[in-house]
């Protein structure tokens, strides 16, 4: 979907974050709505929030947000998951300007690597939750997060940024944009790398952002975004019992290149008809050499392997809508997504009597799509309803429908509910398929049905706004190991599991005119396996914080952020099941603004040195600051 253009303008006296009160939200729908009459469960948080702490990784931008649980694996080079609503990693769609970030050959199902996004040119970030599929199709079972580029500028500006720190910590960022003939651009270029924070561990990223728009008539707009990392990390394997209860004191090697790109034409043929085409293709190449898990001093649990994977996605998606009335709005289309995945490689099973170079090649390619209606009707003033469904067809799997219904109601003038019910679904994973140890051609989809209930109180300038909301969510046909199969000492994959998660969403924001400002959330959670009643792993059931801002002089202010997470339950294979204890974590940051267009800036993380995992034998790094140099030069052509 498309934005409208930023101009930026050079750094003035730094102020208190204000959100901006009435954005359009372009995620989850066909058609782009305000976020005052949304009817969706959603969390926008805008570059002016964000900023005040200078982040330098997507989960520190994530971690305020009701109903969002993010994990890192010790240090920065460790992997990065996220929980929405208690659902599983892989059924979130992480998105960049639209375009899927999610990898279906990854050993997790689908899910995306936080630690591996960069944030440089990230505008706006839009996360909706509740299943998504009747637009998305298999790709948003439990929600969807849109990381929203900055857009091409109308005028020249040149951004520099310079950052250092502990563990050998250095940044450089150099952005610039501005008009070319009919066309607006804006362009980043950044390196990124850090040391030893926790033991053994490192991470270097180069990464390339470009935005580019063609705008000269008022019917029809033509955006070209995308994205170029190249990523080395090394750390201790995922479930190892990292640095602290590992038997076998080897790091996993992970080298990562991916390049993503989408085009947008959107086309306004009449004062009641819109077209809008959307095509992305992306590309992922990673090569990565697991030294194996020891699950006794001389017992492999999981035995080393050495191998690489191409994934590759072309998607395209044409959505038609026709404005009955200023009131009725109606809006339909397809979609239709090609991907192919590869991988090359072998294990070592030698220790369970088999070959050392036992092959690990599956090669898989699968096209499916599907058609989607929506409407956007508002009868009265101060009721919207949003009904919305779609047919996926897809190779080896029976059609599905997808349906969703949302509403919204206006109580009182600052009194408003919000309320969802859907189904969603989510194709096997290639290398779920695939894997020739543990893969399965067989498995069914997962399946989803969610709904929720929410009240948002906000005063006339939205200089105070406070919102609770309850949601239940049950998740069927659960992939993971056969347990029968596992008695025997076989591995194979297979449809197994009902989960429930349930649970209740507060935040709070109190953003006055003055120079204090204060943002809090708080989120409990419930899960269960209803074939055994155990709780799923990795979800706390408490989990909060609060953001404080404080504009100490027109050149100065303080912002801070601390976390709050209860205890959950873990698995690593030297220890099996375990429980991993709560934490609490406070950072803070100092911003100076010498002179127009220059920035200084101090960071602390962690800075009560707190001693926490997240997880168990993985522990969080120590206390950790950064410095930072930021010139902002912007002029009018």
Same mark, same amino acid.
């Given at each position: 979907m498309l934005m409208e253009i930023v101009n930026l303008t050079p750094i003035q006296a730094e102020e208190p974050p204000v959100t901006t009160l009435d954005p359009i939200i372009v995620t989850g729908t066909a058609n782009p709505t305000r976020r005052s009459h949304s009817t969706q469960s959603l969390t926008v948080i805008e570059r002016e929030e964000y900023m005040p702490l200078h982040p330098n990784r997507l989960p520190s931008i994530l971690r305020q947000v009701p109903g969002l649980h993010i994990d890192e694996m010790g240090g920065r080079a460790g992997i990065s998951s996220l929980y929405l609503?208690?659902?599983?990693?892989? *059924?979130?769609?992480?998105?960049?300007? @639209?375009?899927?970030?999610?990898?279906?050959?990854?050993?997790?199902? !689908?899910?995306?690597?936080?630690?591996?996004?960069?944030?440089?040119?990230?505008?706006?970030?839009?996360?909706?939750? @509740?299943?998504?599929?009747a637009f998305y199709g298999s790709e948003a079972m439990a929600g969807a997060i849109n990381l929203i580029t900055q857009s091409a500028s109308t005028t020249p500006y040149l951004r520099v940024l310079g950052e250092g720190g502990r563990f050998d910590y250095l940044k450089g960022l150099v952005q610039a944009g501005g008009s070319v003939g009919p066309f607006f651009t804006n362009f980043s270029l950044s390196h990124t790398k850090n040391g030893e924070q926790v033991e053994d561990d490192r991470f270097s990223q180069t990464a390339v952002g470009w935005n580019v728009s063609l705008d000269t008539n008022p019917n029809w707009n033509i955006r070209w975004t995308g994205q170029f990392t190249d990523s080395a990390v090394r750390n201790f394997p995922e479930g190892s019992g990292g640095p602290k209860l590992a038997f076998l004191q080897e790091t996993e090697k992970r080298e990562t290149q991916e390049f993503l790109t989408g085009?947008?034409?959107?086309?306004?043929?009449?004062?009641?008809?819109?077209?809008?085409? %959307? %095509?992305?293709?992306?590309?992922?190449?990673?090569?990565?050499?697991?030294?194996?898990?020891?699950?006794?001093?001389?017992? %492999? @649990?999981?035995?080393?392997?050495?191998?690489?994977?191409?994934?590759?996605?072309?998607?395209?998606?044409?959505?038609?809508?026709? #404005?009955?009335?200023?009131?009725?709005?109606? #809006? *339909?289309g397809g979609q239709v997504t090609h991907e192919r995945g590869n991988r090359n490689g072998t294990q070592d099973l030698s220790s369970f009597g088999g070959r050392p170079d036992e092959p690990l090649d599956f090669s898989l390619d699968r096209t499916f799509g599907g058609s989607f209606v929506e409407l956007a009707a508002t009868p009265w003033e101060k009721f919207t309803l949003n009904p919305s469904a779609r047919l996926d067809l897809s190779q080896h799997t029976q059609p599905r429908v997808s349906p969703r219904i949302s509403a919204w109601y206006q109580l009182l003038p600052l009194l408003h509910f919000r309320g969802a019910y859907g189904k969603g679904f989510k194709l096997p994973g290639l290398s779920s398929l695939g894997d020739p140890l543990i893969g399965n051609p067989d498995l069914k989809p997962e399946t989803s049905t969610g709904w929720d209930l929410g009240v948002e109180y906000h005063t006339p300038q939205h200089e105070f706004t406070a919102s609770v909301a309850y949601f239940h969510n049950r998740f069927r046909d659960l992939i993971d190991l056969d347990p029968d199969l596992l008695a025997q000492g076989m591995f194979q994959l297979t449809n197994l599991d009902t989960a429930i998660t349930k649970g209740w969403e507060f935040s709070l924001k109190l953003s006055p005119k003055g120079p204090v400002s204060l943002q809090a959330n708080l989120t409990y959670l419930t899960t269960?396996?209803?074939?055994? !009643?155990?709780?799923?792993?990795?979800?706390?059931?408490?989990?909060? !914080? %609060? @953001?404080?801002?404080?504009?100490? #002089?027109?050149?100065?202010?303080?912002s801070s952020k601390v976390t709050v997470v209860s205890s959950r339950l873990d698995f690593q294979i030297p220890t099996q099941t375990t429980r991993v204890g709560g934490y609490t974590k406070a950072d803070a940051t100092i911003t100076y603004l010498p002179v127009p267009g220059w920035r200084w800036y101090a960071a602390l993380e962690n800075l009560s040195n707190a001693s926490y995992e997240e997880f168990r034998g993985f522990p969080a790094p120590p206390i950790t600051f950064r410095l930072g140099i930021e010139y902002l030069h912007s002029s009018t052509n």
């Open positions: 609503r208690g659902a599983d990693p892989n *059924f979130t769609l992480i998105m960049l300007d @639209g375009i899927p970030l999610n990898d279906a050959t990854n050993q997790r199902g !689908g899910s995306a690597d936080l630690s591996t996004i960069p944030i440089d040119q990230i505008e706006r970030v839009e996360i909706i939750r @509740g299943p998504l599929s085009f947008t034409v959107s086309l306004h043929s009449s004062d009641t008809w819109q077209h809008q085409l %959307f %095509f992305s293709a992306s590309r992922r190449i990673q090569d990565i050499d697991n030294p194996g898990i020891l699950v006794s001093p001389t017992a %492999f @649990g999981l035995p080393p392997a050495t191998f690489d994977t191409r994934y590759d996605r072309l998607q395209s998606r044409l959505t038609e809508t026709w #404005s009955i009335t200023p009131h009725w709005t109606f #809006s *339909f269960r396996i209803t074939e055994t !009643g155990d709780a799923l792993r990795n979800r706390p059931k408490w989990r909060g !914080g %609060f @953001g404080l801002t404080v504009q100490v #002089s027109p050149k100065v202010s303080l």
